[in-house]
């Protein structure tokens, strides 16, 4: 039964494939059982419920869930097309938004309206999963409606153009434009490409960015900074300078008879008292650290 659910061509990681291990030895419940379990939620989730109908709707719960973890593999197994050339989302992700949707059916379902809980969970964790798919799909997180519109136009047929597309997605002109637009800034543009200029060779995107400024402070600078705050926070300025110069945060806490724990406060607390009394401080911070 384990190799049924192992993935397919994605890498997975030894916590994936102990979870798959996991989900493959759960047993399966009958509908008479899970329609017991799912009364014993919804008498829990009554106002009136009393402290044994909610633990017993708390145990149901958990059993209801782990027994349908194999649906969860089997709905998340088709998405695993949707990401091969994803560099954010792994098969593990999948896995994650299918649970909380199996966790939400759960939590929702009602056996009294006659349908089967596979049926009624399926869409929950199918939708949970395409949720998690388009809200990491892209540099810029668009709205379920761009999605939609997105999946729709990629199977419009070619010939559409302005109007009769606007038509075809049932959207306004204008807002297809506006559609269009913002479809085309989600992908982003790569520093690495070719600005086409006549006659030469193409520059690239990066070659024509502007460098950062470079607001670091020169050593003299520094030391000036340091001048003041000894005149300022003395002792701020010493503990920090104890651990710059190579003390361990052990042998520091020792020789100020406090622990490793208080001396992470004081040193926050220390850099604190520094940026108040000196703002510009924030150079000679990074130095120290």
Same mark, same amino acid.
Request: hydrophobic share 35%; charged share 20%.
């Given at each position: 039964m384990t190799s049924s659910l192992r993935s397919p061509s994605e890498p997975t990681r030894d916590s994936t494939g102990g979870w798959l291990k996991s989900a493959s030895r759960n047993p399966v419940a009958s509908q008479a059982l899970i329609i017991t379990r799912a009364?014993?939620?919804?008498?829990?989730?009554?106002?009136g419920a009393t402290p044994a109908q909610r633990r017993a709707a708390a145990r149901a719960r958990r059993q209801l869930i782990k027994e349908n973890l194999r649906l969860v593999v089997c709905i998340a197994r088709p998405f695993c097309s949707r990401?091969?050339?994803?560099?954010?989302l792994e098969f593990a992700d999948l896995l994650q938004a299918g649970s909380i949707g199996l966790i939400r059916a759960v939590e929702k379902f009602d056996p009294a309206r006659g349908y089967t809980f596979s049926t009624y969970a399926t869409w929950w964790i199918r939708q949970s999963i395409r949720r998690e798919i388009e809200a990491n799909d892209g540099l810029i997180r668009l709205s379920a409606r761009l999605h939609q519109l997105k999946l729709k136009l990629h199977y419009a047929p070619q010939h559409l153009r302005g109007e009769a597309l606007a038509r075809y997605l049932d959207v306004e002109p204008q807002q297809l434009q506006d559609v269009l637009a913002t479809l085309q800034l !989600?992908? =982003?543009?790569?520093?690495?490409?070719?600005?086409?200029?006549?006659?030469?060779?193409?520059?690239?995107?990066?070659?024509?960015?502007?460098?950062?400024?470079d607001h670091s402070l020169t050593l003299q600078e520094l030391e000036q900074a340091a001048q003041r705050l000894r005149g300022r926070a003395p002792e701020e300025l010493a503990l920090l300078d104890r651990l710059a110069r190579g003390e361990t945060e052990s042998a520091?806490?020792? !020789?100020? =008879?406090?622990?490793?724990?208080?001396l992470h406060r004081r040193v926050e607390k220390s850099r604190q008292r520094l940026r108040l009394v000196e703002p510009d401080s924030r150079h000679l911070l990074e130095a120290l650290a």
């Open positions: 009364q014993q939620i919804r008498a829990g989730q009554a106002p990401i091969q050339r994803s560099q954010v !989600s992908h =982003g543009v790569s520093v690495d490409r070719p600005i086409d200029q006549d006659g030469g060779d193409g520059l690239a995107l990066a070659d024509c960015l502007a460098a950062p400024e520091l806490a020792r !020789s100020l =008879g406090i622990t490793r724990q208080a």
